[in-house]
Each structure stands twice: as structure tokens, then as C-alpha cells.
């Protein structure tokens, strides 16, 4: 192909893009300036990858390649900036840099955030939004919406909106707020909670798979919900839904969804709008491309934001979401096999062992206790565990015996150390006992058996694992109350006399004064073992 008929095809390429010419164009103006990766060309577009590669096959040897970077041939830059008139195209519709003016100290300690946070799950469609994108989303909301005593919910929050919120919330005369981070991924959970201690942030972590249930100190609580969710229609829906559950007041409510689809494929942005007018959310606004991420190529590395305000039927509309939501792995919408029956009769008949009768298998879901008649155990299938399931399924385990069905590699059962340190979180309420390969080479089996508490510390802390939805401070002084009734009957503590002591035992340990005020089973991983030490603590 000549020169000439390679940039003629370029403006054949660009004039059947009619109306939605201008971003091909800035890609022609990007390759002008010089060498370019791919994954930039396509977040500074928002244009889907195989568009943009597209554009490349045509423009054909009017464009170098080096290795994954790519640049317009020098000597041809005079003439593709003349004939598409690149000199008069406006400004990448990239959103610029002139909103976030005056806020390069809180750029810079993102960036080191976000360079510092655990790394992204595929299997929980982790990817990561730009340092510049997040702090775009806490300007916005801050000066969209009046924070000042303020609650705001981020559902899922490996990208850090929480503390780019709170980090802008000072300068702009926010007063008051407060945050709630809730997510799966309990790394991600330390990692913000860690960070928000340090700088006296007014954030909260807790913990939940919302395919199971939203944590009940949220119920009812926020004004705000920002999401990311997993870009699938049982995703978005999944999330929306536990975001109108978490509003107080829904008609003066807002859930902020980021969600982006390829142009190239609408129907599936349909389904998923599809999934939030089923809800009874109406469309505030849509901010197109409002988002840019590391990744994501086929949507264009970007996404929309939609601004959702709920309707009178919309909490109604609210029901039991899907537990296969992701876009990866075996909690996917495709990927989720069931376990073969020999497993299961395996799993049964470990669980039920001689005394125990066992009917069936279950999933692990916690949001309330999970129970067995009595004679009867427990048997539970968490073969699609992402990590934390296992734990939380044991603190809700109201029985005498269970037995959890997991993969091998679980990281609680990988090593030595794993096993050790669940075991002590556990080891009040549960004697384990790992079975490595079985059922199967690929499977475990993680037997529990009560044990029986024989210090009144254990048997506090026993009261707390046994009774772990319940509002931990209340928990905790009735089980000092009972234990002083035991001890010295006749003069046990009273309420008040309980109640003080849970008070200097949280302060002794260090407790933040929600970590009381929350169900055991909702607080994250790297806090239970400070708040159970702190239970042991109280007795003298």
C-alpha cells in the first residue's frame, strides 16, 4: 500500500465514523506527538481496544510499532496534521487537568496510595481506576453535595474513593462527615483502615460478600453510595440493590455507580440499564467517560458515571440478588460449576460422622446464624470461597459439629501458618481439624467441633463467637454479667457496673468506639483478634 493510499483510507476510516469521529481524530493527534502505548491511546480516548487497533491496521505503514508502543513515521506528521486539521482539534476529551488545579498535594499522596494498596483480584474484577480519575470523584461529590454531616457508603473500595474523599473534605469546608467502607477483599479492608487510623480519617471498614447480605450497621444508614461494581447486569443489579437498602432517607438518597460498556456492544450496556430501571431507579444524569482505569481495554478503559435516584417502589424492587456476579474465575457468571456428587456424599459423611444425621449441603452464607437441628451437623460447600468465606461461616456456625467443603490451595489451609492462625481465632468456640486432598486431590475438608470452655476468659469470648450477629458490646456485658453470676452468685455485676468495664477494656486495647457497636461477623479480619484480646482483657 503507497502512502498516499494509506492516509486516503484513514479518511475513509474516519469519515464512516460520522458523528463519532472527533476521539478517532485525537487518536491520529496522539501518534503525531510521538511514541504512545497502546493501553494510553485507549484510556485517553475512552475508545474500545479493538477500534483503536483498528485504526492502526488501516493506517498500515504510515504507523512504527516498538514492541507495544506505536507513533505516526516521522516524516508523515506534517502531512496527517494538515489533512485532518489537527491543529484546530480541541482538547483530548480526556477530562483535564484544570479541575484538578490546586490539589497536587492530595494527587501525589494518592498516587503513592494507590501505588501502595494490596494488588487487584481478577476474580473479584479488581481493576484500578487512575490517581487522577479517583480524586475526580471526591471533588465531584464534595461540590455536588453538601458533606458536612454527611454519610457516605462505598461499597467495594479498592480504588480509594473513601480516602480521596476525606482528603479533600477539609479544604472545602466539609464538616461532619462520615464514611463507611464496605468490601469482600479483607486486604483491602486493612489497608484503608490502617491508613484512616493513621491520618484520623472518620472512616469505617466493615466486612461482607453482598451476594450474602449488607452488614446490618448500614442498614438504613448512608445519604450517599459510591460504587465500582463487577461490570456484569447480576453485578450491577446485586450492588445497586444493597445500596437502596443502605439508604435512610431513599427519596433525598443517591447510589453513584461507575459502569462502562464497549460502544461496539450496547446491548449488554441495555441489560445492565435494564437492571437499574428494574430497581425503580431513575437516571439523574449520566456522566459519560467520567472514569479512566489501569485495564478494562475493551470498554475503552473508562467509565460512566450514573447518578441513580430511587423511586417510592425502589426498596421493594430491592430482592434476593444471584450469587454468580463476577466477570472471572469460578465465582463468574459462566465459570460456577457444581461440586460432583461423590464430593458431596464425601462431605456429608465426614460432617455427620457417628452420631450426627446430615441432610444436605449448604452454602455458607452468614448473614444470620447458621444452624442444624439438633443431632444433626452441618456440611457446607465454600468450594468457590475467594478467601474470607471459610472464617465467617465458622463464627455463624451455631452446632455442634461442621464440616466445610473448600478448595486445597484455600488460604487458610495453604500452610502451617494459615491453619494456626484460624484455629486461634476459632479456638473458643472450635477444635479443626484440616483434611488436605479430600474428598478430592483439588479439595479440602475443614472439620469443627465445639470445644468446651474451660476458663471464664474462653467462655467470654466463646459468648462472642456463639452469639457473633449480635451488637458486640451488648454481647460482651452479658457474658461478663453471667460469668460474675457464676463465679460469685448472688453478686454479680450489674449493667452499669458490666457496661464500664467493656468500656475500659475497649479503651485499654485501643478499640475505636464503633468496633463495639457492630456484629462480630461484620467486623474485618485484622480487627477481630484486637477485639476478642480485649474481651479476655476485661475479666480482672
Known amino acids: 500500500m503507497s502512502r498516499t493510499e494509506a492516509i486516503d483510507q484513514v479518511a475513509d476510516h474516519l469519515a464512516a465514523a460520522g458523528v463519532h469521529r472527533r476521539r478517532l481524530l485525537h487518536v491520529v493527534a496522539l501518534l503525531t506527538e510521538g511514541w504512545h502505548p497502546l493501553a494510553d491511546l485507549i484510556r485517553r480516548t475512552a475508545l474500545p481496544r479493538r477500534t483503536v487497533e483498528e485504526l492502526l491496521t488501516v493506517a498500515g505503514d504510515d504507523v512504527d510499532c516498538r514492541g ?22 480541541p482538547e483530548s476529551i480526556a477530562p483535564g487537568a484544570a479541575e484538578l488545579a490546586g490539589h497536587a498535594a492530595e494527587l501525589a499522596q494518592l498516587r503513592a496510595d494507590i501505588a ?64 463507611t467502607v464496605v468490601d469482600l477483599d479483607e486486604r483491602t479492608l486493612e489497608y484503608i483502615d490502617g491508613v484512616a487510623s493513621e491520618r484520623g480519617y472518620p472512616i469505617r471498614c466493615l466486612h461482607a460478600d453482598l451476594r450474602f447480605g449488607l452488614p446490618s450497621a448500614v442498614a438504613g444508614w448512608a445519604d450517599l453510595v459510591f460504587t465500582d461494581p463487577p461490570y456484569t447486569p447480576e453485578g450491577v443489579g446485586l450492588f445497586a440493590a444493597r445500596a437502596l437498602t443502605a439508604l435512610r432517607q431513599p427519596e433525598q438518597g443517591r447510589v453513584l455507580i461507575a459502569y462502562g460498556f464497549s460502544e461496539r ?46 423511586t417510592a417502589k425502589s426498596r421493594k424492587l430491592a430482592g434476593h440478588p444471584p450469587v454468580a456476579i463476577y466477570t472471572h474465575g469460578s465465582q463468574s457468571v459462566e465459570g460456577r460449576t457444581a461440586v460432583d456428587e461423590h464430593s458431596r456424599s464425601e462431605l456429608m459423611r465426614i460432617a455427620a460422622a457417628a452420631e450426627y444425621r446430615v441432610n444436605t449441603v449448604r452454602l455458607p452464607a452468614w448473614e444470620r446464624p447458621l444452624t442444624a437441628p439438633a443431632g444433626s451437623a452441618l456440611a457446607l460447600d465454600a468450594t468457590a470461597d475467594p478467601g474470607p468465606w471459610l472464617l465467617r461461616a465458622l463464627m455463624a456456625a451455631n452446632t455442634e459439629r461442621a464440616a466445610v467443603l473448600v478448595v486445597n490451595s484455600h488460604p487458610d489451609l495453604a500452610d502451617e501458618a494459615g491453619q494456626r492462625a484460624l484455629g486461634e481465632l476459632l479456638s473458643a468456640k472450635f477444635e479443626l481439624r484440616f483434611l488436605r486432598s479430600t474428598p478430592e486431590p483439588n479439595l479440602a475438608i475443614v472439620v469443627a467441633e465445639k470445644t468446651a470452655s474451660t476458663t471464664v476468659e474462653d467462655q467470654l469470648v466463646r459468648a462472642l463467637l456463639d452469639r ?51 456484629r462480630l461477623v461484620d467486623l474485618p479480619r485484622h480487627r477481630l483478634g484486637t477485639v476478642l484480646a480485649a474481651v479476655r482483657s476485661s475479666v480482672t
Open 68 to 89: 507495544d508502543r506505536w507513533r505516526l513515521v516521522p516524516d508523515r506528521v506534517a502531512e496527517y496534521r494538515g489533512r485532518f486539521d489537527l491543529d484546530r482539534l
Open 116 to 179: 501502595a494498596v494490596p494488588p487487584s483480584l481478577p476474580a473479584l474484577d479488581h481493576v484500578p481506576a487512575t490517581p487522577e480519575s479517583v480524586l475526580r470523584r471526591a471533588l465531584w461529590l464534595a461540590e455536588r453535595y453538601d458533606l458536612s454531616g454527611a454519610r457516605l457508603l462505598c461499597l467495594g473500595d479498592h480504588d480509594l474513593t473513601a480516602l480521596a474523599v476525606c482528603a479533600v473534605a477539609p479544604e472545602l469546608g466539609v464538616e461532619g462527615l462520615e464514611v
Open 265 to 310: 456492544t450496547p446491548a449488554l450496556g441495555l441489560k445492565v440499564q435494564q437492571e437499574l430501571q428494574d430497581l425503580g431507579l431513575a437516571f439523574e444524569a449520566i456522566l459519560p467517560a467520567f472514569d479512566r482505569y489501569v485495564g478494562a481495554q475493551a470498554v475503552g478503559s473508562a467509565s460512566d458515571l450514573y447518578v441513580c435516584q430511587p
Open 468 to 518: 457473633a450477629h449480635g451488637k458486640i458490646a451488648n454481647i460482651w456485658r452479658e457474658a461478663l454479667i453471667s460469668a460474675s453470676e457464676t463465679r460469685s452468685p448472688g453478686n454479680a455485676l450489674t449493667k452499669n457496673e458490666a457496661r464500664d468495664r467493656v468500656t475500659e477494656a475497649a479503651e485499654r486495647a485501643g478499640l475505636r468506639p464503633h468496633e463495639t457497636l457492630v
